[in-house]
């Protein structure tokens, strides 16, 4: 059974910083392209930052540092200066590189407000 699990979330203030944590299950952890969306009330899911199977990283903004930890299956994001429209539920998600199957976690919120 595949799972992603995403922790880290949380209430932060307008500036201040987290990290987010995708631990996976289930999978051939190395095979696949990881990733962070988001969805804010309202809007469609987005696209945060991506990491290849060979650490090539790459996201919508500087603010935001995605790494990945094979030997944990886990991909981190690291968000910097968050900001009130950084709010949203993060997710986390698994791209097979081989077959294009992908898979989606529950989610974690993240709160900006002073």
């Known amino acids: 059974q595949v799972q992603l699990v995403e922790s880290g979330g949380g209430l932060v203030q307008p500036g201040g910083s987290l990290r987010l944590s995708c631990a996976a299950s289930?999978?051939?952890?190395?095979?696949?392209?990881m990733g962070w969306y988001r969805q804010a009330p309202g809007k469609q899911r987005e696209l945060v930052a991506t990491i290849s199977r060979a650490n090539y990283a790459d996201s919508v903004s500087g603010r935001f540092t995605i790494s990945r930890d094979n030997a944990k299956n886990s991909v981190y994001l690291q968000i910097d200066s968050l900001q009130l429209e950084d709010t949203a539920v993060y997710y986390c998600n698994a791209v097979n590189d081989i077959t294009d199957f992908r898979y989606w976690g529950q989610g974690t919120q993240v709160t900006v407000s002073s």
């Open positions: 289930g999978i051939i952890f190395s095979l696949y392209t």
